[in-house]
């Protein structure tokens, strides 16, 4: 039976610590999916939709973006994905009498967790200048004021953020919008979790993504995991290196954390899962220091350059002088490069450093997957680059089992990307719009996520608009952006739960609830559908089927083609488009997208009936590179790490393990032996003695980050226990969104841009008695 939403917040005077789980899913998550499951929808609901997700005929998981093999289980959804759905299709309600009972100062003192749990958005609401209260709006009048409040605000000062599960259809519609209003203000999530990623692939093989498919995955010799956590963070990987470690693959993974999804799996969906204890996974774990990644992938190619010059047939030259450019450069740099160094920056003993090297020499195949580890540090770029190299010293990309497979979180995040979710758009996209739309898109790039918050920071945005998402939270120092909220004439927040970036705003708010996958989507007299992309490039169909939280509830695609329609009409240099028709029918949509975007052509037909489509991917279909050169690009990398300050500690966020980004399901982390509370700090026991602090105790977590004047900044946040985990000496870790507030704004990767949450130098001070 569904229960009601929480009245308190998380109390986390009742954390309590255990030993971290050494083995992932199994009966237990089945079990705790399952209640949580009921506790948001019961158990009817619950079995009608859980038996729809990820279902050729049914919605794509709101959760991450790990793909499907064709055929399909019974139940083809994991522990955080059931979790992701109970969310969305809650039976618990937020309408006009929550917010007539609760002031937005009390709702600024609730917590994630307990905004997160009270259920979803049923009416558009409006907050005032001054107001103490959000109060009811009627769509037309909302939208009304939306598309006024556009044409009132010059192009550049607005900015529009998109969260990773907005659909193509409404996604390619939205960035319409932005660029038909005159700019090219898109930030987005990406901009915060894999623009590394795009950035070192996009140089190097000549586009932004992987280059594996999930046959590929099954097919591998070798795979390295990398600076992830898929046993929290993407289940459903974990089934596919079940399958991949059964046909023989050799998998190693690279993590400052032990991690239980990489050390045994137990598949809930086989007698082997069940009853005969699982499959070991990881067949080596490395455990390196944060921001040591870099040096591992340049100590594997030095090992292999050393191997080919000691007795040959390492290397594969016919594929070297075939396909790339710049691998002189990248043997002498390597050449230069100093073991000593290497096993500094890793942590990692160079024998050990040179057993999994000889991994990579002895394999016929090999993938390297990661997230997060390896994205979010000063040197990502140059890390990334440097797994490129190793792969192309074997001839790895563009064959069968090889190949570089970054894992996305959210689960249309590519897709957004592909369809023009960009602040940085190419002429080619550009041109191609102006030329279905009769209009001339601005060429100017404008701000990428971090960019935008300066600039209302600085007071040069007076409209913020997100597309899903929770801006607030997902986004680095806290404290910075909430003032830059502030600063804002109008924020407007197309959601569908609660979050804390309803309640830190502008001037005056508007919230626009809005439809998930999980619900019937019905226009112009029929169900619609629309499309997401997986991390592996692949196009299909989600359609859900529940009767929506209300019945005037609007599309994401219809509340962006009413806007459009108000804001258009009158505009000489606008996009030119039948809005009513492609609210009435995302065919529509989907028929532009395929005269824009290459790779669409046959849209509707190839993703009929549950099929994919399978977008191109030059390096992999053709070993085809979109560089300058028409080659990949071997580089040469000067050697980065992180340096820890005497007395201090290097800290990542990450997430928990009852958490999907900034959505918080439940109070635990039960890999990680964490019950009951959040705020926690993991580190080492040798460091909590060596900092004069004990097992429990509460301390609070001082950043201290120099700027480029020479100045030392600090940022705090309170109240933390320490916990003594199996970190590397000299690192810690604690959950965000708590910790973003110690995220520097301009601590940033060099290119990307992407914020060094893995790379936070703090102190731990201890509490006044």
Request: hydrophobic residues 40%.
């Amino acid at each position: 039976m569904a229960t009601k939403p929480p009245t308190e917040d998380i109390d986390e005077t009742r954390v309590r610590v255990a030993k971290p789980k050494q083995v992932a899913v199994g009966v237990p998550a089945v079990l705790h999916a399952l209640k949580i499951s009921n506790e948001q929808m019961g158990v009817r609901r619950s079995i009608e939709t859980l038996l729809r997700v990820n279902q050729k005929d049914g919605f794509d998981c709101p959760g991450c973006a790990w793909p499907e093999e064709d055929k399909r289980h019974i139940a083809e959804f994991c522990e955080n994905g059931a979790k992701a759905v109970a969310e969305e299709a809650t039976l618990r309600r937020v309408g006009p009498d929550f917010f007539a009972a609760h002031a937005i100062d009390e709702l600024r003192g609730h917590d994630d967790w307990w905004l997160g749990q009270q259920g979803r958005l049923t009416h558009p609401m409006i907050l005032d200048e001054g107001a103490t209260h959000y109060r009811p709006i009627g769509w037309d009048e909302a939208l009304a004021e939306i598309a006024d409040a556009l044409a009132a605000t010059a192009p550049d000062e607005a900015v529009f953020y998109t969260s990773g599960r907005t659909s193509n259809e409404a996604a390619f519609l939205y960035q319409l919008l932005v660029r038909g209003h005159g700019t090219n203000n898109l930030p987005d999530c990406s901009n915060m979790c894999h623009e590394s990623s795009g950035s070192a692939l996009t140089e190097t093989i000549g586009i932004g993504k992987g280059t594996v498919t999930i046959d590929d995955i099954h097919g591998a010799d070798l795979i390295i995991v990398a600076g992830q956590n898929p046993g929290t963070n993407h289940p459903r990987m974990l089934s596919a290196l079940e399958k991949a470690k059964q046909r023989g693959a050799t998998i190693v993974a690279v993590n400052p954390l032990p991690e239980a999804g990489l050390l045994r799996f137990e598949n809930p969906q086989t007698v082997r899962g069940v009853v005969l204890g699982g499959t070991p996974l990881a067949d080596e774990f490395v455990q390196i220091r944060l921001g040591g990644d870099q040096a591992l992938f340049q100590a594997i190619g030095k090992h292999l350059l050393e191997a080919e010059e000691r007795s040959g047939g390492v290397l594969d030259h016919d594929f070297i002088a075939a396909h790339t450019s710049g691998f002189e450069a990248y043997r002498r740099q390597l050449g230069d490069a100093a073991w000593t160094e290497l096993v500094d920056a890793t942590g990692v003993p160079e024998p050990e450093l040179r057993r999994i090297a000889e991994l990579v020499r002895g394999s016929a195949a090999t993938i390297v997957c990661w997230a997060m580890g390896l994205t979010q540090h000063k040197h990502s770029v140059p890390t990334l680059r440097d797994v490129v190299n190793v792969l192309l010293l074997r001839g790895d990309i563009g064959r069968p089992g090889a190949g570089v497979c970054p894992v996305r979180g959210h689960s249309n995040v590519q897709g957004d990307r592909t369809v023009g979710i960009y602040e940085k758009p190419s002429e080619a996209f550009l041109s191609a719009l102006d030329a279905e739309f009769s209009f001339t898109a601005p060429r100017r790039h404008g701000y990428d996520t971090v960019e935008a918050i300066r600039a209302m920071r600085d007071g040069r945005v007076r409209l913020f608009m997100a597309m899903g998402g929770n801006f607030v939270s997902a986004t680095p120092d806290t404290g910075v952006v909430e003032t830059a909220m502030a600063n804002v004439d109008l924020t407007v927040q197309v959601s569908t739960k609660l979050n804390r970036s309803h309640v830190v705003t502008g001037r005056r708010a508007i919230i626009l609830p809005t439809l998930g996958r999980t619900d019937r989507d019905r226009r112009g007299g029929r169900e619609q559908r629309v499309t997401v992309e997986d991390s592996m490039g692949a196009v299909h169909a989600s359609r859900g089927r529940l009767a929506p939280p209300a019945d005037d509830l609007l599309s994401e695609v219809a509340i962006v083609a009413r806007i459009c329609a108000r804001l258009f009409a009158a505009r000489d240099n606008a996009p030119r488009a039948d809005w009513a028709a492609l609210e009435a029918d995302y065919a529509g949509i989907r028929a532009h997208i395929e005269r824009v975007v290459p790779g669409f052509d046959d849209y509707e037909r190839r993703i009929d009936k549950g099929a994919t489509l399978h977008l191109p991917n030059g390096p992999r279909d053709a070993r085809r590179f979109a560089t300058a050169d028409g080659r990949a690009r071997f580089t040469a990398n000067p050697l980065e790490y992180p340096r820890i300050p005497e007395g201090r500690l290097l800290l990542q966020t990450l997430r928990s393990h009852d958490q999907y980004n900034t959505t918080i399901y439940g109070k635990d982390d039960r890999y990680r032996g964490v019950y009951g509370g959040r705020r926690v700090v993991l580190v080492h026991p040798d460091d909590i003695a060596a900092h004069g602090l004990a097992e429990g105790e509460i301390v609070d977590l001082v950043s201290e980050w120099t700027d480029a004047g020479g100045a030392v900044q600090e940022r705090r946040t309170e109240r933390f226990r320490v916990v003594p985990y199996a970190t590397p000496r000299g690192n810690a870790a604690a959950y965000y969104p708590e910790t973003n507030v110690l995220v520097p704004l301009d601590s940033v990767a060099d290119v990307s841009g992407t914020p060094t949450s893995k790379s936070v130098v703090v102190r731990l001070e201890r509490r006044p008695a």
